[in-house]
Nanobody
């Protein structure tokens, strides 16, 4: 059974950087594509970034391009989300998700079908405030 666990959240001031980790258990982290999402208070969950192990390609939504970087470490069975130049509007619960079905980054991530992804972590809170 695949399980995901996010860690690395916390409080920081605007302009700071933070690296979130998505620990994968049950399969190797390069078995399935993995995506990061976030949900701010009172708002819908939104996709952020997706990494596909088959071709090592990364996909980002426009709002985080150039600030967020998704990467994987097979040896640690972990996928990371490096977040730079953080802003107060980045305050949210951050989640990673995966699915055994193909097309996570090319279909589910780019459509609202990501709502139906099989496996989600419990989330980690990031607060950006001065």
């Amino acid at each position: 059974q695949v399980q995901l666990r996010e860690t690395g959240g916390g409080w920081l001031q605007p302009g700071g950087s933070l690296r979130l980790s998505c620990g994968v258990s049950g399969v190797t982290s390069d078995s399935y594509a993995i995506a990061w999402f976030r949900q701010a208070p009172g708002k819908e969950r939104e996709p952020l970034a997706c990494i596909s192990p088959s071709d090592n390609r990364s996909t980002y939504v426009d709002s985080v391009k150039g600030r967020f970087t998704i990467s994987g470490d097979k040896a640690k069975n972990t996928v990371y989300l490096q977040m730079d130049n953080l802003k107060p509007e980045d305050t949210a619960d951050y989640y990673c998700a995966t699915d055994s079905k193909p097309g996570l980054c090319t279909y589910y991530f780019v459509t609202r079908a990501w709502r139906y992804l099989e496996v989600w972590g419990q989330g980690t809170l990031v607060t950006v405030s001065s």
